[in-house]
């Protein structure tokens, strides 16, 4: 049980729009904290997607996007490629236990 | 171009302490940042270890906090885990990363190495 929920999984198609949500609360991102997310492909080292809710690192397509509402995050992935297919996870700040919390992360699978 | 490797047994018996060193490269420890600790059980999600101010400084999570040392020696640019009383369910993938800050992300992350618990 991760302290922020997110989709066990997503699908779409090549080319397509998708989003994945992350869910906190009033400890987390409703407390104003930054959330980031990863991804994670099998066999390499796990990656930097986006930072501060909305921010992209060097490197990273303008593809993926972040935002923030409330006690939720989403990201989403524009025009899905198959290179794509990762888990994908959420990370804040949480008040109440002093530490990181994680999604429990979105398998992205492109049809 | 910052590069983090962690090394270490990949099995330890039950009981035990699991030790994890992770090398740096590419950026000096001394100069700045966080520097942490995240795992991943077979088949679950990500769940934040610990975190190491170059200057010793540490947070914990509150759930390993009793079992957890994490510690940094800047002449070596390394950094360290030790968990002690290891079960099987400390069996995972150790991820050693450096953090911008503790409130903020992990811009940068080792392979990862496995680590079984059993005897």
């Known amino acids: 049980q991760s302290v922020l929920t997110q989709p066990p999984s997503v699908s779409g198609a090549p080319g397509q729009r998708i989003t994945i949500s992350c869910t906190g609360s009033s400890s987390n991102i409703g407390a104003g904290y930054y959330v980031h997310w990863y991804q994670l492909l099998p066999g390499t080292a796990p990656k930097l997607l986006i930072y501060g809710h909305s921010n992209r690192p060097s490197g990273v397509p303008d593809r993926f996007s972040g935002s923030k509402s409330g006690t939720s995050a989403s990201l989403a992935i524009s025009g899905l490629q198959a290179e794509d297919e990762a888990d994908y996870y959420c990370q804040s700040y949480d008040s109440s236990l002093s530490g990181w919390v994680f999604g429990g992360g979105t398998k992205l699978t492109v049809l | 171009q910052v590069q983090l490797q962690e090394s270490g047994p990949g099995l330890v018996k039950p009981s035990e302490t699991l030790s994890l060193t992770c090398t740096v490269s590419g950026y000096s420890i001394a100069s700045g940042y966080y520097w942490g600790w995240i795992r991943q059980p077979p088949g679950k999600g990500l769940e934040w270890i610990g975190t190491i101010y170059h200057s010793g400084t540490t947070f914990y999570n509150p759930s390993l906090k009793s079992r957890v040392t994490i510690s940094v020696d800047t002449s070596k640019n390394q950094f360290f885990l030790n968990l002690t009383s290891v079960t099987a369910a400390d069996t995972a993938v150790y991820y050693c990363?450096?953090?911008?800050?503790?409130?903020?992300?992990?811009?940068?992350w080792g392979q990862g190495t496995l680590v079984t618990v059993s005897s």
């Open positions: 990363t450096r953090v911008v800050d503790i409130l903020a992300e992990a811009n940068h």
